[in-house]
């Protein structure tokens, strides 16, 4: 059984920084797509950025590119977002997410096995 815990959201203002963290327990977490996904009230989940077990392959939306940044440490097994210039449009609880069954890059979320619990940001204008 995966287990997925983040942390490090919280209360920003406009234009700060948040590093969020997921650490994974239970399986093979070296060869697993990792992928962070949002979801605003109302709205539907969306994926925010991914990346491949090895790290060479990333995937970012265009809402974030330039301003967030996907990582992994797979020897901690945790999987990192860097945030900076943060907007309000980007307050959403913010989920971690595995891919259990390919090796490849998805953004759907019906294509990940495994979530966190979620963790809230809130960007103040």
């Known amino acids: 059984q995966v287990q997925l815990v983040e942390s490090g959201g919280g209360l920003v203002q406009t234009g700060g920084s948040l590093r969020l963290s997921c650490a994974a327990s239970g399986r093979a977490f070296s060869t697993s797509v990792m992928a962070w996904f949002r979801q605003a009230p109302g709205k539907e989940r969306e994926c925010v950025a991914a990346?491949?077990?090895?790290?060479?392959?990333?995937y970012y939306a265009d809402f974030v590119q330039g301003r967030f940044t996907i990582s992994r440490d797979n020897a901690k097994k945790t999987v990192y977002l860097q945030m900076n210039s943060l907007k309000p449009e980007d307050t959403a609880v913010y989920y971690c997410a595995l891919r259990g069954t390919s090796f490849q890059i998805g953004t759907p979320a019906s294509e990940y096995d495994y979530w966190g619990q979620g963790t809230q940001v809130t960007v103040s204008s």
């Open positions: 990346i491949s077990g090895s790290s060479a392959y990333k």
